[in-house]
């Protein structure tokens, strides 16, 4: 049994239904409530051809509803290097990852220099190969690029190649629970020393319609498309599609770093139904016995667990035999201990399948970071078959306070492949850490740099500032030194000097709408050639008394070591020195 140092999550990326682009965008849709599922995009499939209510209709999906994207074939080839041809071969989900994978390497502020050639794994779960059945169907359309483009190994091998990672670079498979146990072998692989990052996600899309048919045909789908989780209507699940990723260290690695962390993984388990009644059927006992390894794994006691997600997906089978499975591990009652609140994701944004679980640690990453449980969409009145007396479990209606104490919040998210593979995550908060200095911000005003590899690209990072300004937790002065030194530089730029967010706001909108520049400059290479370098140099005699007066003034992190050195000389003409 594995148990170590917590492993941190420094970054996240995600692009879900209902608009979401980031994280804080997700975080707004849960707290709001919203039900992002629709009707099928008419350009998806021939919904009108395909949907028929009667489940046992020969070539027909029970349900034209889900959690759609929008414009999935859209992807930035150009930045990756990738040519045309080349990116119409790929399957919309390697497209996606990529994408995700580098925002979420953003998020966590390590640049592609500093990935390049490192021990960096990647852990990746996607199981559907719709894509490579469409181009099955026109021969005359396959090409050299055909095979890396459609394997489901080269979705994850792709990126460790692009960004030149020397890390494990595993596919994973285990169908619901795929990306779970993605992030069980990226924590693993950090624990053995396999790789000093790792890299985990899950990538899901609803290209073809065999897979609705097939589901149908199951009776595994709602007919509204609806994952109606924990409640007396549940009729089974309704599809989603999206993609999320984790960036992941060892916690003391992080810290090290300077990486901010969003929050711990304390530990994992992954098992497996056996043989039971029905090969697709849960099988509650393993349940019980994957969550209390997990948390044995954690080294977390079972009333520590203040927020579960749960794998959650609607069916009148698989809700009770789950809460059951919860109810006899980590909600039991203790005297001291806090509810024990259940969400799921899967109600307002569709059942991700392969993305699903690792959708559910982001959801319950922000849950902890801000300290509240959203409500459950779709939650009027509890199945029947379902009983929460006797526990601490509760189930939220309205967005509930997570009330913090003395000891760090900890939470739990499942994963339950139909095929009988089950895994758990044990999270915990972020630790506390007080910090010994203030930071060495210089005086206002200050320098935001922003780059990207094209015009159309750095507008639109602009745009996404512009909004992001607006609400900001950390100070100015934090973002533009993490613009600065922990992302990635590309070839179009725009620097914008600003003394507070607002003026930043301002600035970007004037570059934005092509005003006069004033108080910012973007520009672009001249020509493909590399640039030339030119050293200036002084010479003797360019220094004079009282030269570094502004400078002390304005810059502490120049102050500060110079007033430290001068305090042991402070009786010498040398101690003299800050004053001079």
Wanted: aromatic share 6%; with cysteine.
């Amino acid at each position: 049994m594995l148990r170590a140092d917590p492993i941190a999550i420094v970054g996240m990326g995600c692009r879900l239904p209902g608009g979401v682009v980031d994280a804080e965008s997700f975080w707004r849709l849960l707290r709001d409530g919203v039900d992002a599922v629709r009707e099928a995009p008419q350009d998806r499939w021939d919904v009108a051809g395909l949907f028929d209510p009667d489940p046992s209709a020969p070539g027909k999906m029970a349900t034209r509803w889900g959690g759609f994207l929008d414009s999935i074939d859209g992807f930035d080839a150009a930045y990756f290097g990738i040519l045309p041809r080349e990116a119409e071969q790929m399957d919309p989900q390697q497209r996606l990852f990529l994408e995700v994978a580098i925002e979420a390497i953003e998020h966590a502020g390590i640049t592609r220099e500093q990935l390049a050639g490192s021990r960096t794994g990647a852990f990746v779960a996607s199981y559907y190969n719709d894509y490579a059945q469409l181009q099955a169907s026109d021969p005359l359309g396959i090409d050299s690029r055909t095979l890396t483009g459609t394997l489901h190994s080269v979705l994850v091998n792709r990126l460790s190649y692009l960004l030149d990672l020397r890390g494990p670079s595993i596919s994973v498979d285990t169908a619901c629970s795929s990306s779970l146990v993605a992030i069980h072998l990226a924590c693993q692989s950090l624990r053995h020393g396999e790789c000093d990052t790792a890299i985990a996600g899950g990538v899901s899309l609803m290209v073809g319609e065999t897979p609705m048919i097939t589901l149908s045909k199951v009776g595994f789908m709602a007919p509204d498309g609806r994952c109606k989780t924990f409640d007396a209507r549940a009729d089974g699940f309704g599809r989603g599609e999206g993609c999320s990723v984790l960036v992941m260290k060892r916690l003391a690695d992080a810290l090290v770093d300077g990486d901010r962390v969003l929050a711990l993984v304390r530990g994992s388990a992954v098992n497996q139904d056996g043989h039971s009644t029905v090969l697709a059927a849960p099988n509650g006992l393993a349940q019980q016995a994957l969550i209390r390894e997990a948390l044995a794994n954690a080294q977390v006691e079972p009333w520590r667990i203040g927020y579960v997600e749960a794998h959650g997906t609607g069916t009148a089978l698989g809700d009770p035999i789950e809460v059951e499975a919860l109810a006899h591990t980590v909600g039991r009652p203790v005297a001291g201990a806090g509810p024990c609140l259940l969400g799921a994701a899967k109600s307002s944004i569709g059942h991700l399948e392969a993305a699903a679980g690792v959708t559910g640690v982001v959801k319950s990453v922000l849950v902890l970071r801000h300290g509240e449980v959203p409500p459950q969409v779709h939650f009027r009145s509890i199945n029947p078959h379902i009983s929460l007396t006797g526990t601490r479990l509760a189930i939220p209606s309205r967005p509930t306070p997570w009330p913090g104490d003395d000891r760090a919040r900890c939470a739990g998210v499942s994963g339950f492949g139909v095929g009988g593979t089950n895994a758990h995550v044990v999270l915990e908060e972020a630790p506390r850490i007080k910090a010994t200095d203030p930071p060495d911000w210089a005086s206002p005003p200050w320098l935001l740099p922003l780059s990207a590899r094209s015009a159309a690209a750095l507008r639109a990072l602009a745009e996404r500032w512009v909004e992001s300004l607006g609400s900001a937790s950390q100070p100015l002065p934090a973002l533009c030194a993490a613009a600065a030194q922990r992302r990635t530089h590309h070839e179009h730029r725009l620097a914008v000097l600003a003394g507070d967010a607002g003026q930043a706001i301002e600035r970007l909108q004037a570059f934005l709408g092509d005003a006069p520049p004033s108080g910012w400059v973007a520009g672009s290479p001249s020509s493909a050639a590399a640039p030339r370098i030119a050293f200036v140099f002084g010479g003797q005699g360019q220094q004079w008394a009282g030269m570094a007066t502004e400078l002390l003034a304005t810059e502490p992190v120049f102050g500060r070591p110079l007033h430290r050195s001068t305090v042991p000389c402070s009786r010498s003409s040398a101690g003299r020195l800050a004053k001079n």
